[in-house]
């Protein structure tokens, strides 16, 4: 598999030596099929899961007065599971800048949000801009991380791919509102329109193990902002952040949260495209 970093490849070896002789076949091999294409999930999200562990984990043992604040000992955390990542090769370095981007994408707009007061942070520590935790960074780098993993990993070709440019505008129409809207009217629906009629005629085709399969990429938009919703949740119910509705109390993300991490999801797609060019399937 192209593009696999040295830890990959070697991992891949691995499993392909256990597998191999695997009925091709039938429930088994279709069994087999699932619990890999579980494992590489798993194995993209590797950066996103370690955060949240960690936030979960400083919620459920950190003391409130421990001398190194709460947000503090996230921002140390995080940077450490970057250089982990880098330093074992599970990211490399041509990833390494556009992650950067989803860094600084993702701060400028938690600064904005803080301000105008659309969620909020504990006000402890002091490895922070304004009102925003330097942790929060990384959690945007988490997305991106993915992103580009599982595009390695799955080894991700696509049918009909919207012209490059058209996806990078309306990805800047979409970073655009999410500050907007707070002044004028909100164009996200808008906008969601016309990221549906740009990318409905393309399909995405990924390969587990021995069997390739494919999806409406709009479907994998809808599933992955899904699970960053659940994350959210969890992450806004250890306190890492909270929404004004939260203050009081805890209660579930709104569910209109999924079209701002839809509309995310092209962001983050757009990026990505940055280091790896969407390939045509008979590349």
Same mark, same amino acid.
Not at 9 to 26: K, M, P, Q, T, V
């Given at each position: 598999?192209?593009?696999?970093?040295?830890?990959?490849?070697?991992?891949?070896?691995?499993?392909?030596?256990?597998?191999?002789?695997?009925?091709?076949?039938?429930?088994?091999?279709?069994?087999?099929?699932?619990?890999?294409?579980?494992?590489?999930?798993?194995? !993209?999200? =590797?950066?996103? *899961?370690?955060?949240?562990?960690?936030?979960?984990?400083?919620?459920?043992? #950190?003391?409130?007065? %421990? /001398?190194?604040?709460?947000?503090?000992?996230?921002?140390?955390?995080?940077?450490?599971?970057?250089?982990?990542?880098?330093?074992?090769?599970?990211?490399?370095?041509?990833?390494?800048?556009?992650?950067?981007?989803?860094?600084?994408?993702?701060?400028?707009?938690?600064?904005?949000?803080?301000?105008?007061?659309?969620?909020?942070?504990?006000?402890?520590?002091?490895?922070?801009?304004?009102?925003?935790?330097?942790?929060?960074?990384?959690?945007?780098?988490?997305?991106?991380?993915?992103?580009?993993?599982?595009?390695?990993?799955?080894?991700?070709?696509?049918?009909?791919?919207?012209?490059?440019?058209?996806?990078?505008?309306? !990805?800047? =129409?979409?970073? *655009?509102?999410?500050?907007?809207?707070?002044?004028?009217?909100?164009?996200? #629906?808008?906008?969601? %329109? /016309?990221?549906?009629?740009?990318?409905?005629?393309?399909?995405?085709?990924?390969?587990?193990?021995?069997?390739?399969?494919?999806?409406?990429?709009?479907?994998?938009?809808?599933?992955?902002?899904?699970?960053?919703?659940?994350?959210?949740?969890?992450?806004?119910?250890?306190?890492?952040?909270?929404?004004?509705?939260?203050?009081?109390?805890?209660?579930?993300?709104?569910?209109?949260?999924?079209?701002?991490?839809?509309?995310?999801?092209?962001?983050?797609?757009?990026?990505?495209?940055?280091?790896?060019?969407?390939?045509?399937?008979?590349?």
């Amino acid at each position: 598999m192209n593009g696999l970093t040295r830890v990959e490849r070697y991992l891949d070896r691995i499993a392909n030596r256990l597998l191999e002789g695997r009925s091709d076949r039938g429930f088994r091999a279709g069994l087999i099929e699932f619990l890999v294409f579980g494992l590489k999930q798993a194995w !993209a999200c =590797l950066f996103g *899961a370690l955060m949240l562990v960690a936030i979960v984990a400083a919620r459920l043992w #950190w003391p409130d007065d %421990a /001398a190194l604040a709460r947000n503090d000992m996230l921002v140390i955390v995080a940077v450490g599971i970057q250089v982990l990542m880098l330093v074992t090769r599970l990211e490399t370095g041509r990833e390494l800048w556009v992650i950067v981007l989803f860094h600084i994408t993702g701060t400028i707009m938690e600064l904005f949000k803080t301000d105008v007061g659309s969620w909020l942070y504990d006000p402890d520590g002091v490895l922070r801009i304004g009102g925003v935790p330097l942790f929060t960074g990384f959690m945007y780098a988490a997305v991106g991380s993915y992103m580009l993993r599982v595009y390695r990993l799955m080894d991700l070709r696509f049918d009909r791919y919207p012209r490059l440019w058209l996806t990078a505008v309306l !990805a800047l =129409l979409a970073y *655009a509102n999410f500050f907007t809207h707070h002044y004028v009217w909100d164009a996200r #629906w808008v906008i969601l %329109a /016309a990221v549906i009629v740009v990318y409905f005629r393309t399909w995405m085709h990924f390969r587990v193990y021995r069997r390739t399969f494919k999806m409406p990429i709009l479907v994998a938009f809808g599933l992955v902002a899904m699970f960053i919703w659940f994350a959210e949740n969890i992450a806004t119910w250890a306190g890492a952040w909270a929404y004004p509705d939260q203050v009081d109390g805890w209660e579930p993300v709104s569910w209109m949260k999924l079209v701002s991490w839809f509309l995310l999801m092209l962001i983050s797609v757009v990026l990505v495209t940055f280091v790896y060019r969407p390939r045509a399937v008979d590349e």
